[in-house]
């Protein structure tokens, strides 16, 4: 059997506003670092595109190191194709429509305010590649402070992805060593209940191992 190929998004991503200044958010990367080590234990070839994180390179990872959202696609994009594709960053919807070259001066007349435009939806770019590009299995992240199971049934069919893992955010699940999430698949939900971020990533892959052997 040929060994099956996964590429992870993990992480925030960083937009930069000037040479000194940029948007980001309180990503830490822990989980999406744990499902792609998660993976490569199941014996997956796995490529990880982390935003910046404080966290070291995975051993027997492909390690592709972004910052902004634009090579975030790129560098997913340069990966693919691949059997499964799991987007765990925090990606910014949102960047500077310009980043200036040089740092902006406070006595610059115009800013107190910043123009922002859309980025890309990296999940949602990827489900809808067309075959053979797009991978069998696409598994997105939903964070959620209410609502949660209802929002995410709602994103798995709006992104086009096959599964949603769920994540209650109200406490500190981010940049916490613990999470709680529920999956939601295309033929049920499974909650996966308070453990920490390997355990979690443990059972998910063991999940998406299973599906990719059903696939073969
Ligand atoms: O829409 P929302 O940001 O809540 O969706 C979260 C899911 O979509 C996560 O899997 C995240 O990695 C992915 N996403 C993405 N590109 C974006 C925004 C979100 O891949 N620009």
Redesign the pocket.
């Known amino acids: 059997m040929k060994t099956p190929t996964a590429v992870v ?1 993990a992480g925030p991503t960083l937009e930069a506003i000037d040479p000194v200044r940029f948007l980001s958010n309180r990503s830490s990367g822990k989980q999406g670092y744990a499902i792609a080590a998660a993976l490569r234990d199941k014996g997956f070839d796995v490529t990880l595109v982390s935003g910046p994180v404080a966290l070291d390179d995975l051993a027997g990872v492909t390690m592709v190191r972004v910052e902004s ?1 634009l090579d975030m696609l790129a560098a997913v994009q340069g990966a693919l194709p691949a059997d499964v594709f799991v ?5 910014s ?1 949102w960047r500077p429509a310009e980043t200036a070259p040089r740092k902006l001066k406070l006595d610059k007349a115009g800013l107190t305010s910043l123009a922002l435009v859309e ?6 770019t990827v489900s809808n590649l067309a075959p053979p590009r797009r991978p069998h299995l696409v598994v ?4 959620e402070t209410h609502d949660v199971a209802e929002l995410a049934r709602e ?1 798995r069919l709006r ?1 086009g992805c096959d599964w949603i893992m769920a994540n209650d955010v109200s406490g500190d699940a981010m940049g916490g060593a613990d999470n709680a999430a529920l999956l939601i698949t295309d033929d049920g939900e499974e909650t996966f209940e308070r453990a920490a971020k390997s355990e979690i990533a443990a059972r998910l892959a063991a999940r998406i191992s299973e599906a990719v052997a059903r696939t073969d």
């Open positions: 998004t959202a987007a765990v960053a925090a990606v919807d980025n890309p939806d990296i999940l949602k997105g992240f939903a964070a994103k992104k």
